[in-house]
């Protein structure tokens, strides 16, 4: 037990975007006592996959490669992940209204950051990007699912090949959203908020627990494949 809040780790959760591991997410919070919980969401993306209702009015602009990257998701969570993509922040932002916790919404605004990307991208990158994700349209669920598995296996190794491909997309929509992200959760905790359930793509759980720590953070992970684990077999990130 802690004698404060802010003396308790922050719980990093993974999650795979487009495998829905929702109730095993759940049992995991329930098992918590917390103070709130954080999502890897900005506003608008928080709008789209909670605001159901309103699925025929959603804006569809921004690059190319992330409408198309939003196709292979939707496809993928369709015929592997067993549920929508984005399950289990759904149901992470459901279990906070259910336990009247406050919810925070700690992503940068999905927008600017596609824009920072796609200037900051050099043009190989950006050939690159967008042939993977028409490639990305087509690839067999048997593969991905082969990928995914291999991601579970190694995931620094597996993370260090994309950063090997693709620097830019590495730095801009990992690393500098990690540290935006720690900076508004040690925010969050030093105005008492310490028991924080956040639950963010797996790949950000490294980085992020180590900006965390560079603010004195301290935290505990529970990696996306620790929740799998705990459904038994079955489907596999992205």
Known sequence: MYARTTEAPILLVGAAHVVDLADPLRRLLGDRTLDGVAVELDPERADALLGAEKEGRRRSGGPLFARLWSLIQRRLGAEIGGGLPGAEMKAAALYARERNLPLFLIDDPIRMTLVHLVRSMPLKERVTLLL?????????????????????????????????ASPTLARVLIDDRNEHMAERLAVLRARGYGRIAVVVGDAHLPGLKVALGRRGVPVETVSFGELRRATGPGPTPS
Not at 146 to 153: G, L
């Open 132 to 164: 993977g994700a028409f490639v990305g349209l087509f690839v067999p669920a048997r593969v991905v699912r082969r990928e995914m598995d291999r991601y579970v296996e190694a995931p620094e190794e597996y993370s260090a090949e994309i950063r090997r």
